[in-house]
DNA sequence: TCTGGGGTCCTAGGACCC
DNA sequence: TCTGGGGTCCTAGGACCC
């Protein structure tokens, strides 16, 4: 029996192989095989590759333009991110998920950790198969699993079963089952940095300490870890030696701040092209907002000039107006937000990403009454008709697609790239095949 | 020419109060 | 002229995650 198996219950992790690459393989048979990447917006960096892209040096969050003409010449194929279809098969996924455990926490679109209580190592296993035939049987997407005493080691585990010669052939890596010196030698296997907690800043200043593998990491004294860096990381030690600090977070807690910002399709100048971009992410964070049934007390807008250029002006202003009564109606944050941009926008500069926070979150049917609300702001901030306003947008919205409901202030021009200049670039985009119905995949008969 | 977006947690330091 | 100490709240910045 291995010393690692403390308690009767053991963390699985599991997660797809290359997510987005996948999902686009289910729908295209042709890149399977080949080396795909998928790019984050406005076709930038590197998000997801295929094992192929890997061997070909490919590194993650590598812009696009840097590599794209060997990448290209080699056979290299790239596309634009398609998250209506990844998120579409991401909740499929989770759901095959969901039936191999009453305890699941769902931690980002292609990685769900579960729970397994009072299973002996066999029984593991076979269910650990059985999961991963299931979700390929079920959406077509190849997953890994790591099984282990805490999250961290599931985690690690994870990480085993998808690099190491050992566990790659099964896609599944058990810690619990490892006697001791052998769970050593993996951890040792391991490099410092690729312990779930630790970046690349504290990898450093680890090694410089003479930390430099798990299994270092598992022998520091936890306290030593807290003196030197916090508590999490104090946690993230405990967590290597098995005892459990993170819990499995089932239902998680509503977002304490909501953004949505978006870097524009090319460098913009107009004030009016911005209050359209800005319109339109202040009403993508109030349809988040009011998903999770909060209000919001202050609101965030902000401009920035492109970053990497040296020889353009810099600027990037930000303004954060609050609100006497704390609000989701599109329409009273919408007004607040291009009062906003009017204030911080300047002419002269060429613009290349705008953003909106929603800020100081309240549950709706939480929050107390500002002494100072007058009634006029009460009125547009809470009243039923335009809550039952927003409600019925949020349902067609919901039903017929993004954006069938729009406010005048996104622009009422929407579909010429000419005149909404702020919209993203994306060139390489396959079609929503799961969520449109006039982007359904088509089967013919040779 | 072309470098994403959306989150959380922790700490340090300043303002303010008694 | 001398000029404490402790608590709280807020913000900014830095680290991390996917």
């Known amino acids: ?101 009453d305890r699941q926490e769902i931690y980002s679109i292609d990685e769900s950790f579960i729970e397994w209580t009072g299973f002996r190592h066999l029984d593991l296993d076979s269910m650990a198969r059985d999961l991963r035939k299931q979700v390929d049987r079920w959406t077509g997407i190849p997953v890994g699993i790591g099984i282990g005493p805490t999250k961290t080691l599931a985690k690690l585990a994870n990480r085993l079963a998808k690099k190491h010669p050992d566990f790659m052939p099964a896609g599944i890596c058990d810690l619990t089952s490892l006697p001791e010196p052998v769970l050593d030698t993996y951890l040792a296997s391991l490099d410092v940095g690729e312990v779930w907690g630790i970046g690349s800043r504290w990898a450093k200043k680890l090694v410089d300490l003479g930390v430099y593998t798990a ?59 911005l209050s359209e971009a800005v319109s339109t992410y202040t009403a993508r964070a109030a349809e988040k907002l009011r998903q999770q049934h909060s209000r919001a007390r202050a609101l965030t807008v902000f401009l920035h000039t492109p970053p990497f250029n040296s020889r353009e002006p810099q600027y990037h202003p930000s303004v954060t107006l609050r609100f006497a009564a704390s609000t989701s109606d599109t329409l009273v944050l919408t007004s607040a937000a291009l009062n906003g941009l009017r204030r911080i926008w300047k002419p002269g500069y060429r613009y290349q990403k705008a953003g909106v926070m929603l800020l100081d979150l309240v549950s709706r049917g939480e929050e107390s009454l500002s002494l100072f609300a007058d ?26 697609g993004r954006e ?25 985009l396959t079609p929503a095949y799961t969520t449109r119905w006039d982007q359904l995949p088509v089967a013919r008969a040779i």
């Open 1 to 101: 029996m291995s010393s690692m198996r403390q308690s009767d219950t053991v963390f699985a992790l599991i997660d797809g192989n290359a997510f987005y690459v996948s999902c686009e393989r289910v729908f295209s048979p042709a890149l399977r095989q080949r080396p795909v990447v998928v790019l984050s917006n406005n076709d930038g960096c590197v998000v997801a590759r295929s094992n192929e892209a890997k061997t070909l040096g490919i590194s993650m969050g590598v812009p696009y333009f840097k590599i794209r003409h060997a990448y290209e010449q080699g056979g290299g194929i790239a596309l634009s991110s398609n998250y209506s279809l990844y998120s579409d098969l991401s909740s499929r996924m989770m759901s095959v998920i969901g039936q191999y455990s």
């Open 215 to 273: 299994l270092d990491l598992r022998q520091v004294d936890p306290v030593w870890m807290r003196r030197h860096f916090n508590g999490s990381l104090e946690r993230t030690a405990l967590e290597l030696r098995g005892i459990a600090c993170f819990p499995l977070e089932e239902s998680p807690p509503p977002k304490q701040q909501i953004v949505s910002s978006r870097s524009f399709g090319q460098l913009i100048t107009r004030q009016e092209a």
């Open 404 to 428: 069938t409901l729009w406010t005048a202030a996104q622009g009422v021009k929407k579909s010429q790239a000419n005149v909404t200049p702020w919209r993203m670039n994306r060139q390489r």
């Open 375 to 400: 009634e006029q702001e009460l009125a547009a901030g809470q009243s039923p008709s335009r809550q039952a306003l927003m409600s019925v947008m949020d349902q067609i919205n919901r039903e017929m």
